[in-house]
């Protein structure tokens, strides 16, 4: 490739406009300028070795891609990477240099955690070192073909046989099939399956089970058990989602998970331990999942779309004038640096969660479940808010890059068809709202009882008043005005709800009823709760970093523009009550605008800070050197229907009448 | 297949719930039943041949999909209809019947018309037989590497030789090659290139010059040109678009696409007929392509969701009762209802936008350019506006699905995958909501100077008072006084805009630079007036609908519901003037969720009316018998990941490591 496109010079002269220290935020972000080593090191040791570091993506086939996939988890295993890579950061960087495609992650990511988590001393033992090994290979098997968020609704059937000291493991119908479990169709040789526990005909609900579903010597499916692949998805190639259907299968007492109860030979079903302990694992996967799953997917598409919108141009802004980037578009301008802003916020709240996640399962492994209501509102919205702004926002990315965005060379396939599935799995994001909002209706109850609401939805203790915020165009874009008003508005909509359900049931209603009726605003105001929280943090952060005052500058004009990004989108509820009057609305409007222009110049530099290397962004459009153009049309031979000038199915099919078309042009020419 | 799984027998009980007659609806989205008849037998025709029919989607790699699209292009060419297959419903019905999947889209849609539509008639006589027989293949070059949306950018040359008397073709950069031309990579041996034309140093700007770029007998690329496919899409995979290099190359003189202008032999340049009518054959395209590449994909994903969700059992809103469906959730229906409702008012917007295409152009031809704006900006802004919504919505619905909406066997992934390129292809979307926005400034600006507005802006005719609509909850749900608010929004919006571009002219901005700080709101603005358009013309098309008084109020309903859901996710802009107040507001969205338990009744009936076949829709979960379980199952046994029950590929990397699990495991029990 030539050194000097005019692209790569033109990125070499934006990156001098750039107003920050990279570095500076660069550390910021990892949380110090150790953990940016550590996984600058850790990324470099993956990248470059020679199997794990295989992570070309472009027109490989799923196949390909499935088994690149398998071994690349099988070659980390074995990698003598000397570091403790058990650390989060070590873990995150781990996962970003392999670019979101590892094998088996059920078996790693939730079959050997829930063992670990469910088991009893005796069965960690037992089935841990196995699993680590890869000597068995197990997955997670709960959701089924006709049930997936509601649990109750799960038709698989776990029945003590008291004489045989066994449990019989059964799918009654078509639809109690496990059906979604990754790495189960053809991988997997065990699952820990979800069943409802039956003893003596009483149902003792969901509980978890050891089964063994393949044969040993020859990896076969077991008499009674009809086991594959569930077909093609949107992405997720590298994983084989399966179906399991299990016909009146035996397995050994000991197979149930024993950790939080057990049945004793004679049948005594024995509670061993809190269950409410069992949700820490669901909210550790949710706590993790926006990181890898949603976060990383925005900031690599923010990456891409300023790179390539900073190195396109398109027209010129006024008449006669050279063309001009496409950033320098207020309407672009608006689509990406918003989303930049965004990517640093949920960075910064997905820590915040992660820390305060530590803290409560401390708490409830001491006996204190006191914030556990607090802790599942939190992580079940965060899921579904998180999950859903990133997605949004990766397409937006996407678009703004114009026809090469809809390219596998710009990147945004192999980003953006995996993250579809996040607003779905570990909890449908309405449900997870819904979740975070029972939590909400519960405080706004307390407090209309006149009791002190703690915690993150400590502002149901102001009261609600229509009184107009009196701020000028200037203070609107301060961080802690803007959290005023969030905090103003998330206020009067949970007690609005709160209220109308209330309303609703002095009508007659059921609680249940009214619940559905309000299900609406009922998710509207979680979202509101959520953007509380974000604010919240984002501000928190920033007064607490021990950073330049350049880098805090930076920091303080992406939080604003977050903030009025979100209120602009949504001035309605401000207006709604006469918080802000229409001047305001407008000032609003305007000091949005003026902070785009403000971020506009530190744009790459913000990017850059996310420091990814070309491999993890695997990206013609947004690799660091800008070099766009020579990029995409490398990668454009590479085609396979390149492989032959003329392609050979295509031609058999036409080549009759593509001769009488030459033999009438050859006519038509001995003519003139 | 049971015939009478739970799920079957289900479906047939919600249709017995429908409240209108399903026939009178089809008909009338038809145009009529004889239309809707002509429809039923070309969609019968085609899908019961074996070669045309062969529509099945699941489990092809791209090159099957490619393959077989043309196969079936050819074969519909030479396949006996019997009817004439040029009109507007022929043409959708063949369209549909093939699933969007026809081979050499870009040769018949826009190759083939625009040497129709710019060539002289000596030209129309030699190329169009040719390419109307597949004895050449053409595609429509444009679009370059560097350059899209802003053509004047465009790069390659055509100067002409006046000793030769030809033209020398040529792409003088990298940027310059062109890029995404489709039925280019592999298939055409011709292209009509879009070349700033030179005479003796001088630029005429973009012309239309048709070259020959294979060879006619060996089908390679003939010397000077570089070509081929560009590599992979998110989806298109029917489609090779290409790139297209050409390097000095000759053409005779005679190919300089002539209906317009021509280059005489002496060099003179000789304008023709009016240049406008050239804008003609561009906003055909987008008049098109908003019905079949994004509103008939809306209304496959409404069909699926809707049937997927009412036979999809979850939970149970009152505790201890039985499950119910997922579509009697508020939530669900708030996701759904206002989609199916969008469907229909898209479908009759795009067919008085057609109407109104087909009456311009004969006045333009009669040398009237009058409404050329008018139309100019209708169609720019509503294939931006309708692509934008169909896209939202089809996601929406898949998501409405839960996990298996992420299937390949749901059907989401052919529909919204293609989908996806809509949103950029044939002008980038905010680029055409700013053309559009262009028009309605100078309305705008007409108005100011107390001009009297016609056309679809007429609303600009009126003062834009800050008085408050005085209507009831009732009243407020009546699509009159739905339109009125829509009207005086997009009134407000539009001169908010004219005036701050105003203001910012006179604080000495330029109007360019003007314009680029306003940009934002000038998409917002253009929004707001479409949609005064499609709630105007659905309006209109109930007004004059000659149907039953029941199917009457079916329409009614789903204009009420369209147009409060976009108000109601919009509201802060009819607050901001205090056009409504807060208790309004409220009665908005309580009148929105009233509209949703109506049309929750007929949710079924409205989208059997689309009348699709299964064939059509490919959908496992949105069949018309409902049995989506067995079919899922049914598809999941097909994925060629369970040819074998041991998957080689995956065995041979694990099976040492799993002998090791095995022996451990045989060890522990021998312990036991």
């Given at each position: 490739m030539a050194s000097l496109s005019p692209q790569i010079l033109q990125m070499k002269e934006e990156r001098?406009?750039?107003?920050?220290?990279v570095e500076e935020i660069t550390n910021f972000v990892d949380g110090g300028p150790e953990e940016s080593r550590l996984r600058r090191e850790i990324t470099a040791k993956i990248q470059n070795d020679p199997i794990a570091g295989?992570?070309?993506?472009?027109?490989?086939s799923g196949e390909e891609k499935f088994i690149n996939a398998v071994k690349r988890s099988v070659r980390l295993k074995n990698m003598?990477?000397?570091?403790?890579?058990?650390s989060d950061t070590a873990m995150n960087a781990a996962f970003t240099a392999c670019a979101n495609s590892i094998g088996l992650p059920i078996h790693s990511g939730a079959f050997l955690p829930t063992v670990m988590n469910l088991g009893s001393p005796e069965q960690v033992e037992k089935w841990v070192p196995l699993a680590l090994n890869f000597e068995i290979i197990g997955t997670y098997a709960q959701t089924e073909l006709g049930h997936g968020?509601?649990?109750?609704?799960l038709e698989t059937t776990a029945t003590f046989l008291p004489d045989s000291q066994e449990f019989e493991i059964d799918c009654?119908?078509?639809?109690s099939m496990k059906w979604w479990?990754?790495?189960?169709?053809?991988?997997?040789?065990h699952a820990v399956v979800m069943a409802n526990l039956i003893i003596n005909k009483q149902e003792y609900g969901m509980h978890p089970f050891i089964v063994q579903?393949?044969?040993?010597?020859?990896?076969q499916p077991l008499p009674g058990v009809r086991v594959g692949d569930i077909g093609r998805k949107?992405?997720?190639?590298?994983?084989?989602n399966g179906f399991l259907h299990m016909d009146h299968l035996r397995i050994p007492r000991?197979?149930?998970?024993?950790?939080?109860a057990e049945v004793d030979s004679e049948g005594n079903y024995n509670l061993k331990?809190?269950?409410?302990?069992?949700y820490g694992g669901m909210m550790l996967i949710r706590v993790r999942l926006v990181d890898t799953q949603a976060i990383f997917p925005l900031q690599l598409a923010c990456t891409i779309a300023t790179r390539y919108s900073l190195m396109r141009k398109q027209g010129?802004?006024?008449?006669?004038?050279p063309e001009v980037s496409v950033l320098d578009y207020v309407a672009q301008q608006r689509k990406i640096l918003p989303l930049i802003a965004q990517a640093y916020a949920f960075h910064f709240c997905a820590r915040r969660t992660r820390l305060f996640y530590v803290d409560m399962m401390t708490e409830m492994r001491q006996?204190?479940?006191?914030n556990l209501p607090e802790l599942h509102a939190l992580t079940a919205g965060m899921k579904a808010y998180i999950t859903e702004g990133c997605l949004e926002g990766t397409d937006i990315c996407r678009r703004a890059c114009?026809?090469?965005?809809?390219?596998?060379a710009s990147g945004f396939p192999r980003i953006y068809l995996a993250q579809l599935a996040s607003v779905t799995y570990e909890g449908e994001n309405t449900v997870m709202y819904l979740q975070c909002a029972r939590h909400l209706i519960k405080c706004a109850s307390a407090a209309s009882s006149g009791k002190t609401v703690k915690g993150?939805?400590?502002?149901?203790?102001?009261d609600v008043k229509?009184?107009?915020?009196?701020?000028?165009q200037d203070e609107l874009a301060h961080p802690v005005v803007l959290r005023e008003c969030f905090r103003h508005r998330a206020n009067r909509m949970v007690k609005y709800v709160h209220e109308k359900i209330q309303n609703l049931k002095a009508t007659g209603k059921s609680h249940a009823e009214a619940w559905n009726l309000a299900s609406v605003e009922l998710v509207e105001m979680a979202k509101a709760h959520l953007d509380v929280y974000v604010i919240s943090t984002f501000t928190k952060v920033i007064d607490e970093a021990k950073v330049s005052s350049r880098s805090r500058q930076v920091l303080f004009n992406l939080c604003s523009l977050w903030g009025l990004h979100i209120l602009n989108r949504n001035i309605g509820s401000l207006l709604v009550d006469g918080y802000i009057n229409a001047q305001q609305a407008e000032d609003m409007m305007e000091a949005e605008l003026s902070c785009l222009s403000t971020v506009r110049q530190d744009a790459l530099g913000l990017v850059d800070a996310?420091?990814?290397t070309d491999k993890t962004l695997q990206s013609c459009i947004g690799?660091?050197?800008?070099?766009?153009y020579e990029r995409l049309y490398e990668n454009a031979k590479?085609?396979?229907?390149?492989?032959?000038?003329?392609?050979e199915g295509f031609y058999e099919i036409m080549k009759d009448s593509l001769r009488r078309g030459r033999d009438a042009l050859r006519g038509m020419k001995s003519k003139l």
């Open positions: 001098k406009k750039i107003s920050f220290d295989d992570v070309d993506w472009f027109y490989k003598d990477m000397d570091i403790d890579m058990n968020t509601n649990l109750r609704g009654p119908k078509l639809t479990p990754g790495d189960l169709g053809k991988c997997a040789n579903i393949r044969d040993l010597d020859t990896h949107f992405a997720f190639e590298v994983n084989d000991e197979n149930m998970l024993a950790g939080v331990s809190d269950p409410r302990l069992l010129s802004i006024e008449p006669d004038e006996g204190d479940f006191t114009g026809g090469h965005g809809y390219l596998e993150f939805a400590d502002y149901l203790n102001d229509a009184k107009r915020s009196e701020k000028s996310f420091d990814f690799a660091y050197d800008g070099n766009v590479r085609s396979p229907r390149n492989a032959n000038e003329v392609h």
